[in-house]
């Protein structure tokens, strides 16, 4: 965590970058089953084979798996997405609030990995973190195996105090945030909010892969 912390504040811009939305990238085929076989329930899955394998929370813990990048240029969320051509935003407070009215105790947050990719260069650094309701399955492994963050004040993902919003201090890390709750997030009332994403001609190459090699985080 603390070449992350150092990566991050070699790179932190004069504002913090505002998100009130989250979004998550996935094939047209994985939503059609949200929306219309599963009632708009989101499947929990395992973190996919991004970043360090050595990470604790790889095979051990299932979840959802939210992104909040945003683009240098366009100041928009990051294109393209290698994880689908579709895109599907949810509200940082609605997450936030499924987490929190589920604990009754608010949320639990966790550093979980840094990492960057190839063969792009310069290469996107990536942090995983893992937001978690205390009670439920995943957070008693997270809090044997992570080191556990402030929500509210931290290097990489500060949330208000009602939730509502987020913000973090560079666009030259890339957050990934693993959600983790004792049911499904539902997601029935967002349909409208799901749309195609653009500029996706190097999509399903696996550009998120290792660390090794790079000064900054191996």
């Known amino acids: ?7 991050i504040d070699k790179n932190t811009e004069p504002e913090h970058f505002h998100i009130t939305e989250f979004y998550i990238d996935e094939s047209a085929e994985y939503f059609r089953s949200v929306f219309e076989t599963s009632r ?17 929370i790889n095979k051990n813990v299932k979840g959802h798996i939210l992104f909040c990048n945003e683009n240098y240029n366009i100041k928009q969320p990051t294109l393209p997405s290698y994880s689908g051509l ?7 407070e609605f997450v936030h609030l ?28 990536y942090v995983t973190l893992v937001m978690s309701q205390p ?36 666009r030259a890390v890339h957050c990934e945030i693993l959600v983790l709750m004792k049911h499904q ?8 909010a799901l749309r195609e994403v653009e500029n996706t001609s190097t999509s399903g190459i696996n550009l998120r892969c290792t660390k090794y090699g790079c000064e900054e985080c191996s």
């Open 98 to 125: 499924q987490c929190f009215e589920q604990a009754h105790q608010g949320i639990n947050l966790y550093f979980a990995d840094f990492y960057c990719t190839t063969p792009m260069m310069p290469r996107p650094h």
């Open 40 to 56: 708009g329930k989101l499947r929990q899955i395992f973190r996919k084979c991004t970043g360090d394998t050595r990470c604790p």
């Open 86 to 92: 579709k895109r599907l935003y949810l509200p940082v």
């Open 185 to 192: 997030l539902i997601v029935s009332g967002y349909q409208n």
């Open 135 to 170: 009670d439920c399955e995943g957070d008693y492994f997270c809090r044997q195996h992570l080191l556990k963050l402030d929500p509210c004040n931290n290097s990489f993902l500060q949330f208000n105090q009602e939730g509502s919003s987020a913000q973090y201090k560079t």
């Open 1 to 7: 965590m603390q070449k992350a912390e150092r990566f």
